[in-house]
C-alpha cells in the first residue's frame, strides 16, 4: 500500500446510530482530495454496536482502513493519542464522529497545511450547540487564554490538522492529563485558525457530561499553567496583610472604647470567608499533586485490545504507554 500524505483520526464511542452516516460521506470526501489517504479509527471501549460496525468498514475498504480497538474507555483525548501513534501521513487530522464537523471541510484544512503551515485550528460557524454551552465554552475560553497564553478561539472544536513533526513531538510527550489542541499549539511555528461548517449532531447525545468538560478545563489549566498556584500565593499575602491590619484595628479600638461583642459576627464571616479559601488552597493543591501522583506511577496511558490493519490479519498490542 502507498504511504499516506493524509491520515485521519477519528475516536468513537458508543456512535453506532451515525457511524453509516459517517462512512458514506467521509470516504466520498476524502476520495475527492485525489490523494493517498488512511482513516484511523479508534473504538474507546464502545458499549453497543460500533465496534462490529467499525470492523464491517475495515472489510470492505481495507485498503484506506484502519481500526484501533482500546479495550477499555479511556476518553477522547487518549483515543486520539492511540491513532497518533498509528498514523503514518504527513498531514494528520482529527474528527469526531458525530458528523458535527461535516467532512466536506477536510479539505480546507488540507489546503492550509499545503500553505506551509504546521498546524490549523478551526472554529465553528454558526455553532450549533445549546446557548448555556456556548456561554460556558467562551467563558472558559477567555479564562484559559488568560491562564495559560495560549490562544484558540474556539477550544471545543477537534476537527484540526497537525504536521508530522507536530504529531511525532505529541507522541514522544508522556502525559496522563492534556489537551490535545493545546499541547500541540505550544510546539507549532505556523500556527493558524479557520472557520469551519458545524451542523446539528447526526444521532445520539453529546458524550460529554458536565462533569467531563469541568475535568477537561482543569486539564487544560493546571496542564499548561502554574497560575493558580501563583494567585493562591498572592491571596495569601493579601489576606495575611489584611489579618493583621484588622488584629491592629482590633486592639486599637479595644484600648479606645473599651470591650465590644457587636463585631463577633462580622469576625465569624471572616472566619469561614478563610475557612473557604483555606479548603480552595487544598483542593487546587491536591489536584496538582494527584497529577503528579499518577504520573509518577508511569502506568499505561490506554492498552490497544486488537488493530485491524491492510495485511488483513488482526494483532494484538499488549500496551501503549
Known sequence: MKTPELSVVIPVYNEEAGLSALFDRLYKALDALALPYEVIFVNDGSQDQSAALLADQFRAQPENTRVILLNGNYGQHMAILAGFEAARGEIIVTLDADLQNPPEEIGKLVQKMREGHD???TIRHQRQD???RRKASRAMNQLRERITHIRMTDQGCMMRAYSRHIVD???RCGELNTFIPALAYTFAQRPVEIEVAHEERFAGTSKYSFYSL???????VTGFSVAPLQWLSFIGIFLSLGSAALFILLMVRRFIVGAEVQGVFTLFAI????FGVIILALGLLGEYIGRIYQQVRARPRYLVQTMLETNHHTHTT????
Open 119 to 121: 498546524y490549523v485550528g
Open 271 to 274: 472566619t469561614f470567608f478563610l
Open 169 to 171: 513531538t505529541i507522541n
Open 130 to 132: 445549546s446557548l448555556w
Open 214 to 220: 469541568m475535568r477537561l478545563n482543569f486539564d487544560l
Open 318 to 321: 499488549p500496551s501503549q504507554s
